[in-house]
């Protein structure tokens, strides 16, 4: 089965500094992965995602994710971390098997971004 | 377009009682899911549906029945409510998209349903 790994639960950063939020995962096969972003009392939203190709991806907001097979990591980053980005961001990996468009989700991370 | 949405909104219930909660997507989706998020726990999935008609158990089924009646609709249903369901519910939908990835597509989620069960 596949799984995915947040390792922390909160990241701090300061307003303008570049920010990092951990993804790993296990899936016995090709990694299909996904980054989601929930902003306190809303639904999930769509950040980006990986299916093949260019290991960097780029995504909404200014965000993007390296994709490391060797780590099987899938970072989550920006460049220049803004106060507006701090809420919860999700991992998820896409299930292999029994059709769909199963994901299976990270514990999250929840952002706080500081001035 | 209103996307993806619930109803309702928050709901509290005492153990034993049943309720209903409707999702409704206006996208034409073929899929459709149902989650619970609880604190340090992410989003695991209750049940789905790939199509009109159809309904499977995801990862934490039990306690839980869904239906899928037309295609722009899922309901969860509990039919006998329990403390340790109380939590958030979030309702999403994907599609079926072209070559050559047609089925790795993005989800679209609800507002969620807060629920309570004292």
């Known amino acids: 089965a596949q799984s995915v790994a947040q390792p922390e639960d909160q990241v701090n950063v300061a307003e303008g500094n570049p920010l990092t939020v951990k993804c790993t995962y296990s899936?016995?096969?090709?990694?299909?992965l996904f980054w989601y972003v929930q902003y306190p009392n809303r639904g999930l939203q769509f950040l980006l995602k990986?299916?093949?190709?260019?290991?960097l991806v780029k995504g909404s907001y200014g965000f993007e994710a390296e994709f490391n097979k060797s780590q099987t990591s899938f970072h989550l980053k920006k460049p220049s971390a803004l106060v507006s980005d701090s809420a919860l961001y999700f991992c998820?990996?896409?299930?292999?098997?029994?059709?769909?468009?199963?994901?299976?989700f990270g514990t999250g991370t929840q952002l706080k971004v500081e001035l | 377009n209103a996307g993806v949405t619930q109803t309702p909104k928050f709901r509290v219930l005492k153990t034993g009682q049943s309720m209903t909660l409707l999702c409704a997507q206006d996208m034409n989706h073929e899929y459709m899911y149902w989650y619970r998020q609880d604190p340090g726990m992410g989003l695991r999935l209750i049940h789905y549906?790939?199509?009109?008609?159809?309904?499977a158990k995801g990862e934490v089924p039990d306690g839980y029945n869904v239906s899928r009646l037309k295609k722009q609709n899922f309901l969860l249903g509990l039919e006998s409510a329990a403390p340790s369901q109380t939590s958030v519910y979030f309702c999403?939908?994907?599609?079926?998209?072209?070559?050559?990835?047609?089925?790795?597509?993005?989800?679209?989620f609800g507002p969620g349903t807060r629920l309570t069960v004292l």
């Open positions: 899936v016995s096969g090709n990694p299909y």
């Open positions: 999403a939908s994907s599609y079926y998209g072209t070559d050559p990835y047609p089925d790795y597509n993005e989800q679209f």
């Open positions: 549906s790939v199509g009109e008609g159809t309904t």
């Open positions: 998820a990996v896409r299930g292999l098997t029994g059709g769909g468009n199963k994901l299976t």
């Open positions: 990986y299916i093949t190709g260019d290991n």
